[in-house]
């Protein structure tokens, strides 16, 4: 059986962040399952080169732009598209109106996707607000997300996917230092600890600020400590700034944008990935991307405790990641300190349960499931 799938994306292939990262996994495993001919996207952002893509996949840039213009596009889509979709996938709570549009003009179902703090509360807008109590199925990278959501809207009933981020182990992988980096930002005989991250002044506190405010008490222990920032962003002057105040300056490195090329040369670099964010906002995901990509170079995490008791008990959490308080900075210490141990012991093999994979054999199953209910639902009309 052929099917036609529309996804509704903020950004994917030619985006940053780890939305973008998400979605290209998603539409990659959409493209794979058996029975779809085709996938259609329009994205709302695509700021670089989208890259290679499945052959499947439309990718229509020319959908990308402000909210009008992406309005006009998803109409134009409705209006004069040969053949309705089996399925809209509506890759942000934002995007529903859109995606409700499609919804009424070919009479398919609308698989909406959540990610983090966009879903914990009610939206500005009261037609996403709408829309969310009538949502009946969604993806959830997150079953805390997921329950927040369920919560608010009054959709206790609907039916939620558990599909967490996920990581292409072949790009990754253990092994030695990058000579010529290392002698780039004079790593040779250093401690690293490394945060990456874009560097926003709307999220201050994302790790960044509590690392920094480590580091004079962590350099008594480790006299050659370093520090490694990678990421950009508007927010790296007040940083840089930060670190001279606190008399870190010569401790500190500011690598800058990483293409994803290099990313895991940059990751094995260090000796310790830290992340412990304490802003409100911070999304305290435990299997985020700048979690799971040094963790497939074999580089052990410190991220902040987590809110949700279930996932701060869960097996796969605790091997992962050592956990520390993010407002405390003699745990943040500890936690740093513990991860070091873990040096040199490889690649846990949890990790497998977040491969490419494994995300992509969920996906379909996930996809067999809304086809069979869009066939239960005919019947019954």
């Known amino acids: ?35 779809v001919d085709r996938v259609v996207a329009l994205p709302r952002s695509v700021p670089y080169d989208p890259g290679p893509m499945p052959p499947n996949l439309h990718f229509r840039t020319a959908a990308a732009g402000g909210k ?13 598209a040969n053949g309705g979709p089996e399925l809209v996938v509506c890759g942000h709570l934002n995007l529903l109106p859109f995606a409700h549009l499609l919804r009424l003009r070919f009479h398919c179902p609308v698989l ?14 009261a037609s996403v607000n709408h829309l969310c109590r009538r949502i009946e199925e969604f993806v959830a990278i997150r079953k805390f997300t997921a329950d927040r959501l369920r919560h608010w809207a009054g959709i206790s009933d609907a039916r939620f996917y558990y599909l967490p981020n996920c990581i292409d182990l072949a790009e990754f992988g253990a092994g030695p230092k990058r000579q010529d980096l290392v002698a780039k930002y004079r790593l040779q005989g250093r ?19 509590e690392v920094l405010e480590t580091l004079p008490q962590l350099s008594v222990e480790l006299p050659d400590v370093l520090y490694l920032a990678m990421g950009d962003g508007d927010d790296q002057a007040r940083l840089e700034d930060k670190a001279r105040t606190l008399g870190v300056a010569d401790r500190v490195v500011f690598a800058g944008w990483v293409p994803e090329a290099e990313k895991a040369d940059y990751y094995r670099l260090a000796d310790v990935v830290a992340m412990p964010g304490s802003d409100p906002l911070y999304d305290r995901y435990p299997y985020r991307f700048a ?15 987590l809110q949700d008791v279930a996932e701060r008990d869960d097996p796969d959490t ?41 995300f992509e054999c969920s996906a379909h199953a996930m996809l067999n499931e809304v086809f069979k209910g869009r066939v239960r639902r005919k019947i019954v009309v």
């Open 291 to 305: 979690f799971l990509e040094p963790l497939a170079c074999g580089v052990p995490v410190v991220g902040s405790e």
């Open 191 to 209: 401690t690293v600890i490394m945060t990456a991250g874009r560097m926003d002044s709307r999220e201050k506190n994302k790790g960044f600020d």
């Open 1 to 35: 059986m052929s099917r036609t799938i529309v996804a509704l994306v903020m950004d994917a292939f030619g985006g940053r962040g780890g939305i973008a990262a998400y979605n290209r996994y998603l539409l990659q495993a959409v493209c794979s399952h058996p029975e």
């Open 318 to 358: 605790r091997q992962l990641l050592v956990q520390v308080n993010p407002h405390d900075r003699s745990d943040i210490k500890r936690g740093i300190i513990e991860a070091l141990a873990k040096r040199g012991h490889g690649i846990n093999p949890v990790l497998q349960k977040f491969s490419y994979q494994a």
């Open 68 to 80: 009008l213009h992406y309005g006009a596009a998803v109409a134009a889509f409705a209006a004069f």
């Open 112 to 125: 909406p996707v959540v990610y983090g703090n966009e879903a914990w509360r009610p939206s500005v807008h």
